[in-house]
């Protein structure tokens, strides 16, 4: 069962009491069961479920809630919040800072991806603007240098390590000078892995902690050890002291959710989540976002931060957003963004509920679609990618002269005409929201933070990629007027996460967008703009 099965299953546990007609003290027990079965099978601690169990229980007590109550409402919340304790470690970990030498040690045991991940960090840092290089002191390991200089140049991130030197406190020493000499903000050291009982490795992680003085040491476990990620952090910790924790291979075990909480217990902050084995598939680990992932309930702020990373250009759509405007050129801009973004799969599990929608549509049946619609857009004149497409409304000759030029048909083309529509009515709302919140702002000091808020995220939305990551959710709950925690978005199915916006319409049209069904039999020749 790998996690996103264990995903499902809490999500069917909440939905089947969700969508019964009686919430009563049989289906309420029936669901905790279910929680609490799917959880140990995903070798989450016993002791862990059975505080869960109790939590869950306290908090919803049936007999004594008031009729003006709203029961599945408070059962969704209950179990999210509590899920998310059940892997929040209450921790804050280092936060590196530009402008001088943050030096990051990594230590694990052989195969748990340290290598690896050394690389995806090095990178991850590189594109927020950090200046990254990557220090590879396993000299145990024939080839381990060789590893991290292919992973490291195909990241384009400087690198340091020895053919010769077999001391690898030398050459993390050597190669940590060096780095810092040349002003590197992020100087990240691979260590060797071994074997866990080799006393001579963990003698040989304090060494090297010695001379090089981290600034954080980072261990690296694999999550299909499961609630052993405990002890063998412990053993760890006992030998070279960590700061903090990233969980590998999470994309192919159930019993990363076991590892994550077990981590958690012991309060050691988990900085990132390793997500599969390209370059990208790393994130950065929050307890909401991944709870909210896991449920099938998105990470919008992942989503956003990720969108930051590669640095697309959004300017001008945010700029149109704010003002209540979507032209269909920017629909072809966001598709052609969404492009970019990598494996239509990986995006759509940031996307509520559009993973459950995209069902079996491939990778690459839903990328064809979406490259279907960019050129039935490149298909348009200028005028009508910058209008609100009312003009084809008014002669829709415009869309078979399109459908021709773009070598689809005009039902594909008024599909993306309406798809364009339901984004441009999302967009007006949106307006009217910051239109709100601006006139309120000189009421209340509140407010008034809000909006700067609001439009520094809005600004930061625009390929500045400035650090930190952006809270798409709260944001547009914000927009949406809605108050409080919204409880849990999007698993009653109907429900509305985010307040005034409308989800459903934009769900909706990324259904279309990548479920609808196929075109047969047409290779979409690119039409020439006129
Ligand atoms: N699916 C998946 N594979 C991963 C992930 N992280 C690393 N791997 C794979 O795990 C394997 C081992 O990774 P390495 O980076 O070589 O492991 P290491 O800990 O550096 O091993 P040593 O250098 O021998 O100490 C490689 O095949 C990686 O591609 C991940 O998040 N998901």
Redo the contacts with the bound molecule.
């Keep these: 069962m790998v996690l996103a099965d264990l995903g499902k299953r809490l999500t069917t546990a909440v939905s089947n009491l969700t969508h019964s007609n009686v919430v009563d003290e049989k289906a309420f027990d029936a669901m905790i069961k279910e929680i609490c079965s799917a959880l140990v099978e995903a070798d989450v601690n016993i002791k862990l479920v059975a505080n869960l169990r109790k939590s869950i229980k306290h908090a919803v007590n049936l007999k004594e809630l008031g009729p003006g109550v709203n029961k599945k409402r408070l059962i969704q919340k209950t179990v999210f919040d509590e899920l998310v304790k059940l892997v929040d470690p209450h921790n804050e970990p280092f936060k590196p800072k530009k402008g001088r030498p943050n030096i990051i040690m990594f230590v ?10 050394c690389t995806k960090l090095a990178r991850y840092y590189q594109a927020r603007g950090f200046k990254s290089c990557l220090v590879c002191a ?1 000299t145990f ?1 024939a080839g ?1 240098f060789d ?1 991290l200089k292919q992973n490291a140049t195909k990241a384009k991130i400087p690198y340091y390590g020895s053919y010769t030197e077999t001391d690898p406190v030398k050459v993390s020493r050597d190669g940590v000078e060096k780095f810092k000499k040349e002003r590197f903000d992020i100087i990240i050291v ?1 260590t ?2 071994r074997h866990q009982q080799e006393r001579e490795l963990f003698a040989e992680m304090v060494q090297i902690q010695q001379a090089v003085k981290p600034d954080q040491t980072i261990m ?1 476990l694999d999550a299909s050890i499961g609630q052993a990620a405990e002890a063998q952090s412990k053993a760890f910790k006992e030998s070279a002291d960590f700061g903090a924790i990233i969980i ?5 075990h159930a019993a990363g959710g076991g590892a994550i909480s077990a981590v958690a217990a012991t309060r050691t902050p988990i900085v990132f989540i ?4 390209h370059m990208f ?1 790393l994130e950065r680990f929050a307890p909401q976002a991944f709870i909210s992932k896991l449920l099938g309930l998105g990470d919008l702020g992942g989503l956003v931060e990720h969108v930051q990373t590669l640095k697309l250009d959004q300017k001008d759509t945010m700029k149109h957003i704010q003002e209540g405007i979507f032209t269909v050129r920017d629909l072809r801009d966001q598709l052609g963004n969404i492009m970019k973004l990598g494996p239509l799969s990986k995006m759509a599990g940031m996307i509520p509920g559009l993973s459950q929608m995209m069902g079996d549509v491939g990778d690459e049946e839903g990328s064809m679609k979406l490259k279907r619609m960019i050129y039935i857009m490149d298909s348009m004149t200028e005028k009508e990618l910058d209008s609100d497409a009312k003009c084809f409304v008014d002669q829709p000759t415009r869309m078979t002269r399109v459908a021709k030029g773009s070598g689809t048909s005009v039902r594909e083309v008024e599909d993306v005409l309406t798809q364009h529509r339901m984004m441009a009515q999302m967009a007006k709302k949106m307006g009217k929201g910051m239109a709100t919140l601006q006139k309120s702002g000189g009421m209340q000091g509140q407010n008034k933070q809000q909006i700067a808020a609001m439009q520094r995220r809005l600004q930061s939305m625009g390929g500045a990629g400035g650090p930190g990551g952006m809270d798409m959710a709260s944001m547009m709950r914000a927009l949406g007027g809605a108050g409080g925690a919204g409880g849990l978005p999007g698993l009653g199915g109907g429900a509305n996460p985010f307040g005034g916006m409308d989800m459903g319409a934009m769900q909706n049209m990324m259904k279309q967008m990548m479920g609808g069904g196929g075109m047969p039999g047409m290779m979409g020749g690119r039409g020439g703009r006129r």
């Design positions: 694990g045991l052989q195969g748990s991806g340290k290598t690896t991940t396993d390991r381990a590893q691979d060797s892995g690296v590998t291979k999470t994309d192919g390793g997500t599969g084995e598939d």
